[in-house]
């Protein structure tokens, strides 16, 4: 589960997200939208600790990011919105990196590497350098990553983008799966198809503020039933 | 020819541009431009020296064509080397060429674009030796305004010829042998050359320190071989056609060689258009790679292994030192330079006899000054620590990992520290052989120096990483920024210096205190007090800095 609460954040005098309050239920899969700029990443960046917090809380599963950073940051695995990261290690040198950082056996890293770079097709290029992968491949082995220490908590920054139909599908099915154990999977996305297919429940952000929270269905009826998910998404962010 | 020209403007305005540059580094540019100042004088006075001894001992047998002679075959061998990396990087390691391959440019505009850098390059470097010579012999000739007309123009079109020689036998080279798969490796390969190369020419002007002794016994040299040296000269033609159009700049015959000069470095131009057609673009295509390797499970479970965070950090850092050419180049090579140097200078002073002199003046000296100049050029060798200072920005976009991931502060800062110091340890290494087999230090002295160095070492990567991380640069699209127009290593060396050097002298005159155990002792404390108040220094950043740096 994750708490946002009365979370402001201002940068150079301009604030991109104002009084925030959210709570991600676990055993759901929770689709973040918004336009470009609305505060996506910003409010992403604060619940994993890479933004500082100005004013307000965020918990993860119960820790305060702020206070308890390290208890936090070991129940969260995150995506983030750009893989290029760590471009001179090999594929495998970062997974066993990913692995040192939460301790994971030997004998369950072996194990869960060769499953899920399998399932994603990119076991036979582990030692190469991440450097010579393409987007979709580096997208690929980050989540590799995430899933390799099994968080309760999933936290995706635009996790699709980039994937090939395969992979896409694939993950959509883990992120169902884990969702399905009672986990929480919470994920920012432009691609409405993909929120109409995968979400339970949404928030809408625009300039810093949320603008709806509430299930798919609820949004629905909310507005005219016949009405297209993108006019309605249309309709909240740009209409006020 | 419009469209030719704006590229050339668009991809000289990408290298160079000055903007995003903070007004401390365009303050930076200028303070350098002013130390270059007296320094060109030094270099004009030397080659003044040089070229008067020439000229008067060889112009009364008729031979100081030689000089130019020498001069332009010496500036081919060099513009050669110059063409070598800068078309290398330009053409090849340059991440935008493939950004501009899309649009609906003819190669040889593509070419063109690509050529500027390192066109400026060239005029850039002979116009170090080239226009001070040919002006001073001008001068020392008493040549007429025609001599220096045509010196404008030789001066303007030699370059084409050693570029376009070097940029077909590259583009050649990179077409059929297919280097350019392994980039990184050739990156490292050309700046590992350009290093023998510094090497070279410093010892060159370390053995003669004399320009006008050295410039005598040239002049003998040439006086004697003159039929070799126009042998040489003549097996060059543009040295040949240049050096005759100057020599004879007052008489047709200079006009007929100016021609042809001009006539095949228009030729060149032509050829390296027209070869760059055929051969470019193949070559730079074939630069994006896949693997063929096979990968299985019996690979990975070996590649795997469970290790402590600290020793996975480390080795991290490790790898993409290792692994990043600029990183290499810069942090590894550069450190090993000062040691490298170092042992070759006495290697070559032992062989000439004067060595056995250093050894006696550490004897005469005394112990505890012979400790004390030790440790403050060791600390001087080991306080340029650009593994330090890259600590942070060296990251890049990677850095929000260190965030994000459940990585105590302390340790993702502590690994870099400890990295760095690894990496001045291989200098320390080497400068503890010198020590030991040249120099053949007393035992005791060796032993006092080598622990103070390994502390005062740990010193300067504290107060490295510590200035990274105050101000680190992590928006970065090409590695060279991390250590382009920095002037952090300055700040550095400056508070290692500053602080030791005060202490250093300070001992150095208390003439009550000459044994090598309390002189040890003294600056054992002194150091163990520096690295204490450093680790609060960096505590107290990370406590501050860490979570805001971005």
Redesign the interface.
Known sequence: MITINNVTKEYAGKTAVKNLDLVVPDGKIFGFLGPNGAGKSTTIKMITGILPIDEGTITVNGHDIASHPMKAKKTFGYVPDSPDIFLRLKGIEYLNFIGDIFEIPKNIREEKIEHLTKSFGIFEALDDHIQTYSHGMRQKVVVSGVLLHDPDVWILDEPLSGLDPKSSFTLKEMMREHAAKGNTVFFSTHVLEVVEQLCDEVAIINKGRLQFRGEMKEMKEKFEADETLEKVFLELTNHE | MNKTLRLIRTMLKMQYSMTGKSSGEKIGYVLLGVFLIPFSGIIISFLNVTVETLYTQLAPSGNENAILGLLFAGMTIVLLFVSMSSILSSFYFAEDIEGFIPYPFYPYQLLAGKAAAPFINLYLTSGVLMVPILTLYGIHSGAGFIYYIYALLLFVVFPVIPFTIMAILLMFFMRFANIAKNKDRTKVFAGLLTFVFIIGFNIIIRLNQNPTQTAEGAAQLIAQQNGLLQVITGMIPPVYFSTMALQNAENLNGLIFLVLMLTISTGGIFLFLTAGQKLYFKGVLGLT???T???D?G???K???????F??LLL?EL??IF??PTFFMQIIVQSLFGPVFLIVILLFESSSGSFGALSSLLEQFGKKTSLLLLFIFTLFLLGVNPASYSSVSRDG??W??N??????AQSVIFSKVMTAWLINLLSIILLAVVGLTIIQMPPLLFIAWITLTLLASWFTCLVGTALDLNDPKLNWTDEQEVFKSRFISLIALLIEIGTFGFFVLLLWNIDTLQSLWMTSILLSLLLAAAIAISHVALQKLIRTKF??T?
């Open positions: 790679t896949g693997s390797k096979t990968f499970s690979k990975a479970a590649k795997i292994k469970a290790q402590p965070v020793l996975a991290k790898r993409t692994r990043t976009r990677s929000p990992a965030l994000y991931l459940p990585i105590p979570l805001y971005r």
